[in-house]
């Protein structure tokens, strides 16, 4: 017999993976592993023959005695990849969870950290230079890496020549210096900075503007700090000169926008998604805040939530955007049922969200009905009848989804059959009622 024959069946009797149904108590140390250990030898195509016949707990019992053997683990990775991307889905997510539970891929997603060339250390409690070094050199190749925690150092990242996704979350002690090498990051296509920590005056966002060839940008829940208190800053000109953008989510942050940062955002012709919730405006705002906004023809969503700066006639500036098919505006408590006017001739629309501008009359939602293409609407009544009801589904046609907030003071006079007659009728859309933040029915 074949001595490579004899060494893998050595360490179990070859049974195909697909069949599997192993419980998760046998990921135990008792696992017979025998030759498994020796993998990093054999050729990559040889591998991907024999990778059908591990068992879940072969599997399993590889990732702990060969965890720190990045050679090993890459090559077997790749191949563990191919099969299971031949698998049904059932029998694959089965195959994920179990080696999810055996510690060889990091959750939530382990399908996705399947790929060789994306290495996640968000499970560590903070990111050093070795750890980073480390990556370097066993995976030159990488195109995304995910790190959560506090951060040391980050001078290792520019030898990642092919890096294309960088996620950083959490990390609050962010200098000048450990941020620079980001911006020598030049094949850099997403960066997601969530819930970091920057200095505030250093300029440290301004070598952003490197990345010329940056197409998602996500600084959500990030904040100015100094001192250990959170200082806002205004303006956010390090979006300057990223002309590739075509995410840039800003939501939650205590960057202040100013006229000149609008116009830097109408500058960025290939935006698809514009997330500004929650952020601060400097006032006084021109009436003609949006203007800057008519070169944004592939917009296609538009977050303005908690903006309480902006009133009926700033929202009127806002032009017509032929792609735009989500709207944004909750929370905004200045505007009044007068900006439906501006809203309407966004005929493209298909999701719309103005919860907080209370419509005491179905009559007022006239300028709306232009949205013949709308899905899904969320808006706030002081009354609501069946005939208000009726009017709406009647109004939007193609609506699937309709979520109606009653405020505080609101009447709800409207029996429980004649809702469910209703929604009998239009078996196809789903009707939530609440009051404040209770579901009524």
Known sequence: MDPLSTQIKSSSDLIPLSTQTQDLSELDSQANILGIAKLGTLAEDLLVHLVPFFTFKEIGALSR???????IRLIFLNALKIY??????????????????????????????????TYSLEESPAVEETSLASIKN???????????????????????????RLRLIDCRAFTPETFAPIGLLITLRELRCINCRFPSYSGILSILGNLMHLQELNLSHSQYIQNNHFYTESGIGFIKGLISLTCLNLSRTNFIITPIDLELIGSLTRLQYLNLGGITCNPPLSTTIFRSFNKLTQLTTLILTQWTIITDEHLNSLPYL???????????????????????????????????????????????????????????FSTITADTLKSLLKMFPKLTVLNITLNGSSIYSIEKSELDRIRAAYPNVSIVLKLDRCLIS
């Open 65 to 71: 005695c060969n965890r720190h053997l990045h050679g």
């Open 84 to 117: 299971l991307e031949s698998l049904d889905p059932v029998t694959s997510k089965e195959a994920a969870y179990y080696l999810s539970a055996a510690a060889l891929f990091p959750p939530p997603d382990p399908l996705l950290s399947l790929n060789p060339r």
């Open 138 to 164: 066993h995976y030159p190749g990488l195109e995304g890496l995910y790190l959560k925690g506090e951060v040391t150092s980050l001078t290792s990242l520019p030898a990642l020549k092919q890096l294309k």
């Open 322 to 380: 032929p792609s735009l098919g989500t709207l944004h505006l909750e929370g905004c408590s200045q505007l009044t049922s007068a900006c439906f006017q501006s809203i309407g001739k966004q005929n493209c629309l298909k999701g719309l969200n103005i919860q907080g501008i209370t419509v005491t009359n179905v009559a007022y939602l006239q300028g709306l009905k232009g949205l013949i293409n709308l899905r899904t609407l969320h808006m706030t």
